[in-house]
C-alpha cells in the first residue's frame, strides 16, 4: 500500500437538504497525525476528526503500510522520502485495533443523518510519497505467473520515479 493524497467533494444528497443543490463550499486539508489517525480498526463510535458541511473538499492524506525504521534499512530510497508524520505515528499511536492499516478520520458531514446517502466525488488522487510497499502473507496467492502460496511473508519495498505512474514487478511478468 502507497501513502496517497486525495481530494474529495463531499454532499449529502439533494433530498437530505430539502431538495437544494449542494454548492461549493470551503476548502480543508486533512493531514495524518497522532491526532487524526487511528489504527486497525474501523468502527462508528469514533469521534470526527474534521467536521464540513455539504459541497465542502476535502484533502485527505494517507498514511502508507512499511515501517520507516524498514524503508530506511531497504535502501530503495532516502530516509528523507518518509514524512516525520508518519515517523510520528508509529513512535506515538500505540492504540491499536487488530489489523495492520492506518486510517485518517473519520470526517463529519453536517446534516448528514443515519440512512442518508453521502456522494463523495474523487476529485484528484496523487503519490505522497515517491515508494511504494506490497506484502504477501502465508497461504494467499502472489501472481498468477507466480508460484502459487506460499507459506512465508514476502514484502516488497518498490521506487517509483516521479514522472513515471507504475512500476513492473520483476516476479510478475
Known sequence: MTAICARLAVHVAAIA??????????EYTLMPSPQTVHVGHFTAALKPVLTVASGDIVTIESVGGPDPADVDASGVVPPSAVPEHTRTIRREVTDRGPGPHILTGPVFVNGAMPGDVLEVRIL???FAVPYGFNA???YTV?????SPAS??????????????RWRRVSWCR
Open 136 to 138: 504477501q502473507r502465508p
Open 124 to 126: 484528484d488522487i496523487d
Open 151 to 164: 507459506s512465508s511473508e514476502s514484502s516488497r519495498l518498490i521506487a517509483r520515479p516521479r514522472p513515471r
Open 142 to 146: 502472489r501472481c498468477l505467473t507466480h
Open 17 to 26: 437538504i430539502a431538495g437544494l443543490p449542494a454548492a461549493r463550499g470551503a
